[in-house]
């Protein structure tokens, strides 16, 4: 048996069209499309093992002593040593500065959404 062929601009007698109920100048919400978290190039890795190699090379080609005084305190370091402890120190405080922020962020948008909930209760 087959379908008879109904073009596409008829409609049937009984049929109404669909009903827009949303309100005016709100955009309908529609489905987002999902990414795969892991597809592409891991930029961070190649970036890491760059920055490994950069750093090797840095290492290699300063090896000197260099005096360092700091708070009363002095002695005499090698240069690369004083570079990588510059920055584990700089990234160890931007890790507790960041979760500091992002916990105070989290908080707020919290307090925020509670405040929404609770109004639209009432």
Do not use: C, H
Request: aromatic share 8%; glycine share 6%.
């Amino acid at each position: 048996m087959t379908d008879p062929i109904i073009p596409e601009d008829s409609t049937r007698k009984d049929e109404k069209p669909p009903i827009d109920d949303s309100p005016r100048g709100v955009p309908e919400k529609r489905p987002t499309p999902e990414v795969a978290v892991d597809a592409g190039i891991p930029w961070g890795l190649i970036f890491f093992l760059i920055l490994s190699v950069l750093m090797a090379v840095f290492t290699v080609q300063n090896t000197q002593d260099v005096e360092l005084q700091f708070l009363g305190w002095s002695g005499e370091f090698p240069l690369i040593m004083i570079i990588v402890g510059v920055f584990v120190t700089a990234v160890i405080l931007d890790e507790i500065l960041g979760t500091i922020l992002r916990r105070r962020r989290r908080t707020r948008r919290l307090e925020r959404q509670e405040l929404e909930r609770y109004r639209k209760q009432k």
